[in-house]
């Protein structure tokens, strides 16, 4: 039997620094430094994001050493985000991943951070069997996922356009909300009737998604409000939340039941940012209730951008061979 393999991950696709350390499939540690120079900006500016990194990956790697109780040297392994994202903030994790395995002479392995978000799913128990079909729903994905093993994945639809991450984020910049208004969303939502306004639903063929035509019908929709009554969205900022929220919520569940149903898929999960809407998470369970599936979220801390999800993907790549060389370079977009 091998000894165990102590894995060090890293994680820089956007403007979230994060280091982890594994013991095998374990996660002994995940700090995340949160870059707050966006808010101000209602979106990532990726030049500030890339700066940040460089400013937090050498103590977000040292905490993340300490929380685990790990010395550099035990470490056997190096896992990293190598797409997509963007592209400057992706570079800091790669340069630096690929440093520290040249100074250690350690192997490397570059992961797919969408692949990894499914992943975050094997971190606690219970964890999926399979086949397991999974919504990731990001920032900049959304996809359905049809998961036969720890890497056999097949992406089975995904956004034309925009994410739904981004229909969140544009429309709390419509509000005049901060970034990232996820979150922001999610809290109004709680306090509002989520019937009150109605938005259009997209139907794209098979298991695709479209979120750019509800971001439209929002601004018009916000644009002809103000102008009969400037407080407008001050006045019903909790229903204007709940009712897009809702919306939102329909299209990916529409499309998540008719996976399911047509593959006759009963264990089911969501990941990605997303998927800490508190709203989507009740709507799912209610969902897999109907239909008697069995229901996956990962915990908060790793449903957002971590680095235990890229050592889980790191650690399964590891043991199946799946390692690269020291010319790797990042990715802004890539398929897997
Ligand atoms: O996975 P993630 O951390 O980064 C990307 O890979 O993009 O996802 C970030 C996205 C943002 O759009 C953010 O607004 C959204 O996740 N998000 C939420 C919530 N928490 C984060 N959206 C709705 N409700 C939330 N509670
Ligand atoms: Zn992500």
Known sequence: MNSDLFLLAIESSC????????????????????QKVHEQYGGVVPEMASRAHIQNIVPVVDVALQNASVKKEQIGVVAFTQAPGLLGSLLVGVGFAKSFAQALGLPLVAVHHMQ??????????PKPNFPFLCLTVSGGHTQIVLCKSHLDMTVLGETMDDAAGEAFDKTAKMLGLPYPGG??????????DPLRFSFP????????F?????????????QKEKKQNPDFV?????DICASVQATIIKTLLKKLELAATTLGIKSVGIAGGVSANSGLRKALEELGSKNGWQIFIPKFEYCTDNAAMIGMAGYYKFIAGQTCSLDITPS????W
């Open 116 to 125: 990894a978000h499914v992943l975050a799913h094997f971190i606690e128990d």
């Open 15 to 34: 403007d979230e620094t994060s280091a982890a350390v594994l013991k095998n499939n374990r996660v002994l540690s995940n700090v995340i430094a949160t």
């Open 183 to 192: 979150p922001l969303i999610d809290k109004y939502a709680k306090e509002g």
């Open 201 to 208: 639903i997209s139907d794209m063929a098979n298991y695709d």
């Open 332 to 335: 802004a977009r890539a398929s």
């Open 210 to 222: 479209s979120f750019s035509g509800i971001k439209t019908a929002i601004l018009y929709f916000l």
């Open 234 to 238: 001050e006045k019903n900022l909790n």
